[in-house]
């Protein structure tokens, strides 16, 4: 019986490799290896670096699906450096892109919003693509102080395609804390020291791809991820982030004239919150970009309501700002999915 086991599990470890193989060659593309590097200086800048290594297997690959690499940011706050960009074709030669392969254009999250036309994207496209050959990126983006207000992130630790090493990396200053967790799986960072540094690291290894399937938990949350932040004040941070003038949630004439013209057409209250809501769904459009590239600020509501569009938290702000003008009593909230919830992060 024993021996039976033994010959059982020999059999298995050895078919790992063959497995992992056959798992890539059903993929369009394989990361040989994927590096996501933070750091906090100590004068209160932040950089991130990306560092891929992708392999591509089929023709989908690089005609549909990698050959170009895309990089939004934000240039009034941040300065985007690429330190190496070129393929190795499978015949071993290097082919580095060429200057004229590297377009910023308008990312389409700001189409139409003329509030973040300051908002680039660099579109990377790589040359000398083929059945296996080899991408090499590696770029960094470097935030001014203050852009964000703390060092932060939420990563899901998978990508579309298998990951034959993932690292993620945060560098910290000795005067700081990382506050981090670990979801669907459990491994410590080996910490090491680097000058002022504390650094962080963890590696996985041959991580499976994102599955394809429908019906999926919204937002990966059923995949591993990790989310980790130098600040352990939710309250501080917030309150910081309302501090903004958007939260005073002021009304100028035009928005009170909307406001008492609404309230002579409306059948009460609850009428006139469903006009108003009706109102700032239909007449504003919504901008989809996020906080990240706005460093965690808003317009004022009054900005919102001359431009005839904002970000989530724009329009919300302005909903909430027309309502308090009609006498209804609103509160903005922030919710945070439960799956990715901690309270210290």
């Known amino acids: 019986m024993k021996k039976s086991l033994l010959y059982s599990l020999v059999f298995f470890f050895s078919l790992l490799p063959a497995i992992s193989k056959s798992q890539n060659e059903n993929s ?43 990089i939004i940011y934000n240039p009034d706050e941040q300065v985007l450096k690429i330190n190496e960009a070129f393929t190795v074709m499978a015949d071993g030669k290097k082919v580095v892109v060429p200057k004229n392969a590297f377009n910023e254009a308008l990312p389409s999250i700001a189409v139409n919003a003329p509030a973040y036309n300051n908002l680039r994207e660099m579109i990377i496209t790589h040359t000398g693509t083929e059945r296996n050959a080899i991408l090499h990126l590696d770029y960094e983006i470097h935030s001014k102080k203050g852009f964000s207000p703390a060092l932060m992130g939420n990563e899901v630790l998978a990508e579309t395609e298998p990951v034959t090493e993932l690292t993620v990396k945060i ?155 009609a006498g209804i009593e609103a509160e903005l909230v922030a919710v945070v999915g439960t799956t990715v919830f901690d309270e210290k992060i």
């Open 28 to 70: 369009d593309a394989v990361y040989l290896q994927l590096t996501k590097e933070f750091t906090l200086n100590p004068d209160g800048s932040m950089d991130f670096r990306y560092i891929k290594q992708q392999k591509l297997l089929t023709y989908r690959s690089f005609n549909n699906l990698y050959g170009e690499s895309t």
């Open 171 to 325: 560098k910290i200053p000795d005067h700081a804390n990382l506050y981090y967790s670990l979801f669907h799986i459990s491994q410590s960072p080996v910490i090491i020291t680097e000058g002022q540094f504390s650094v962080y690291t963890w590696t996985f290894r041959d991580v499976p791809a994102i599955s394809m399937e429908e019906f999926q938990p919204a937002n990966y949350d059923n995949y591993p991820r990790i989310i980790f932040s130098t600040g352990n004040d939710r309250t501080a941070i917030y309150a910081g982030f309302q501090h903004q003038p958007g939260f005073a949630c002021f009304c100028d004439e035009d928005m009170k004239k909307a406001v008492k013209d609404l309230t002579t057409l409306s059948g009460g209250k609850t009428d006139l919150l469903l006009k108003l809501q009706e109102k700032v769904i239909n007449e504003f459009k919504l901008w989809p970009v996020p906080l990240k590239y706005t460093g965690f600020t808003c317009r004022t509501p009054v900005e919102a309501w001359h431009s005839n569009g904002g970000t989530p938290i724009e329009k919300a702000l302005l909903l909430t700002s027309l309502l308090k003008e």
